[in-house]
């Protein structure tokens, strides 16, 4: 029970997570705020399958801990990018808290709609990855508008049934998707390290995981789920 109990610690660990961010948010810090979410990350990567490893439903059933990994993803998946948008001017004074809002709106709906994670492992319309779009359109220093026009339209294919990959469970592409996430991670990493002075070319071959990512989701989305399950069934 014990092991169960730090599970759900190690997963609770991330609204400090989210706490530390948003203090250096405030603080104009934008690289140690992204460090903080980029932590969270790998704990979100990990708390399930230490979950499952110490048998966490069984020991500990009364304590819901899909719940709790919920609250954490929407405060750093959701909140503190969110903040990032408007704290840092990634979109004009008149509109950046309607396009802020924009984000924790559709996530609100996003995380309480009863299909956002399905029984074979996707992610029903788009998957809150507010951090990763925060912190490229920081990185990448677009005009205001684009970063709107980029963020308004993310939000509306929340809405949009489309199903995506949930990377670190997914049957399907499982070995290649999170060998090449763990090369984009550390990518993302490296381009940390850098801000605010991120060179172009490490910036462009970063987005080559996200298109893989979007491409693929896409595929698997249009095969529906007969074409899913034959997928699974070739050697």
């Not at 090369?183 to 850098?194: G, T």
């Amino acid at each position: 029970m014990i092991l169960a109990w730090l599970v759900h610690l190690y997963t609770a660990s991330g609204v400090v997570l989210a706490l530390l961010a948003t203090r250096a948010v405030i603080a104009e810090d934008y690289r140690t705020a992204f460090f903080w979410l980029w932590l969270q990350v790998v704990v979100d990567a990990t708390d399930g399958m230490l979950a499952r490893a110490a048998r966490v439903e069984e020991r500990l059933p009364w304590l819901d801990g899909s719940k709790l990994d919920d609250i954490v993803d929407y405060l750093c998946y959701v909140f503190v990018p969110a903040l990032v948008v408007w704290h840092a001017e990634l979109v004009a004074a008149p509109w950046a808290i309607p396009v802020a809002s924009a984000m924790l709106l559709s996530s609100a709906y996003g995380f309480n709609r009863r299909d956002a994670k399905t029984a074979d492992h996707f992610f029903t319309g788009f998957p809150s990855f507010w951090n990763v779009v925060a912190f490229y359109l920081l990185v990448a220093e677009w005009p205001a508008g684009a970063n709107a026009a980029v963020v308004v339209g993310l939000a509306v294919l929340v809405f949009v049934p489309i199903r995506y990959l949930y990377p670190s469970r997914t049957p399907v592409w499982r070995l290649p998707t999170n060998l090449l996430g763990a090369v984009w991670s550390a990518l993302m990493l490296l381009m940390l390290w850098q801000f605010p002075d991120v060179g172009r070319g490490l910036f462009w071959i970063s987005l080559l995981f996200p298109a893989y990512y979007f491409a693929l989701s896409l595929v698997l989305h249009a095969r529906g789920p007969h074409g899913r399950a034959a997928r699974l069934r070739e050697p």
